[in-house]
């Protein structure tokens, strides 16, 4: 207590150390807490979020030390301070929370708010948050996420594991609550290309599928698999787990899921404009044409106006031959026989006898 107190005077230099906040109490528990900043720490930044965590990297006398900070465009990392606590629970960190507010106000005599907060899950540091500042968004560690993701996927194959794992960490990206839906779509576009067999059987109303890369499934496939989930007949935990988890059954409720978004066909595909059905009769494009024209404005047999012809009768016209016609004057040209041997000639680049008579 001494030395906090001859401590608490706040000094001239900027990144001189005092001791801002302190409290303790012996009853009905032993408790103690210190807040230690400088001039030059406890300036804001001008941002709305705030990371905090309590580490034994850095302690004294072998209890927890918090910290927070924030960050700025260039992710260069901004502490405000440390708090040396007994423990680490929801007062200890409304503590800290409260003596950055404090000391901001009492050194600059400007009122500082953040809404963001950025830490684990744990629920501690969210409570003693909403102690101090108003908590709008609350954003998940993503170190913390990783190890669980790691944890999770060890009892799935190496390839599933890889893809989930890029999955999950591209929504890190994601800086806007509004764009999840839309990163649903593309990781169902992505499910949808691997091109899997869903099988439904009206017995049990389930959907199947595979769970492993396998893409092919039959109803024969389904049924065998019920059959081992209700008679058990594994031989070992790994036999267990393989058959288990070999096959996914899925079942929703019909009723309600046209009620869901992620179920609206409208916000899914091409923007293209849906018209009404076309009416009968000819369209109202194509019925000029379709009038009956008069004699003056109808084609006739004489020669266009303005090119002069040298046929007797314009009006003639010659018949093509028929199809059949031609291709049998075709055939005979194709085909040609030895003046020697009569025997039939064979046409490569130029006609042979195939009694090598040097006929060509």
């Known amino acids: 207590k001494k030395w906090c107190e001859d401590n608490s005077e706040i000094p001239d230099d900027e990144d001189a150390v005092f001791v801002e906040k302190f409290e303790y109490a012996t009853m009905p528990s032993q408790i103690f807490r210190v807040f230690l900043t400088s001039k030059r720490l406890i300036k804001s930044q001008k941002m709305q979020h705030f990371l905090s965590d309590a580490t034994y990297k850095l302690r004294y006398e072998n209890f927890p030390i918090i910290t927070g900070s924030t960050t700025d465009r260039n992710k260069s990392f901004h502490p405000f301070g440390l708090a040396i606590c007994r423990t680490e629970n929801e007062d200890d960190f409304g503590f800290f929370f409260n003596s950055v507010k404090e000391t901001h106000e009492k050194v600059f005599n400007k009122t500082i708010s953040f809404s963001i907060l950025i830490a684990d899950n744990a629920g501690a540091i969210t409570k003693g948050f909403a102690k101090a500042f108003d908590l709008k968004t609350r954003v998940n560690c993503w170190a913390h ?18 893809r ?11 800086f806007e609550p509004e764009l999840f839906p839309i990163d649903d779509l593309v990781k169902a576009y992505k499910w949808n290309s691997y091109n899997k067999t869903i099988i439904h059987l009206k017995d049990d109303n389930y959907y199947y599928l595979t769970a492993d890369d396998k893409i092919d499934i039959n109803k024969e496939q389904c049924k065998q698999y019920n059959q081992s989930l209700i008679g058990k007949k594994w031989s070992s935990f790994d036999h267990l787990i393989t058959s288990i988890f070999s096959i996914r059954k899925i079942k929703y409720n019909e009723n309600s899921w046209t009620l869901k978004k992620k179920c609206n066909f409208d916000s899914v595909g091409m923007d293209i404009p849906i018209q009404a059905n076309r009416k009968k009769g000819r369209s109202k494009d194509t019925a000029g044409p379709l009038e009956h024209q008069p004699k003056e404005k109808q084609a006739t ?16 016209t010659k018949e093509n031959p028929s199809k059949r016609l031609r291709i049998d004057s075709i055939k005979q040209v194709e085909e040609k026989f030895c003046e020697k041997y009569g025997a039939k000639m064979t046409k490569r680049r130029y006609w042979a006898c195939s009694n090598k008579c040097g006929k060509k």
């Open 301 to 316: 047999n004489s020669a266009p106006k303005g090119i002069d012809t040298d046929d007797e009768d314009s009006s003639s």
């Open 164 to 174: 989930i794992v890029y999955d999950i960490s591209e929504i890190q990206k994601i």
């Open 145 to 162: 996420v990783n190890r669980n993701i790691d944890i999770r996927v060890k009892s799935i194959s190496k390839l599933q594991a890889e």
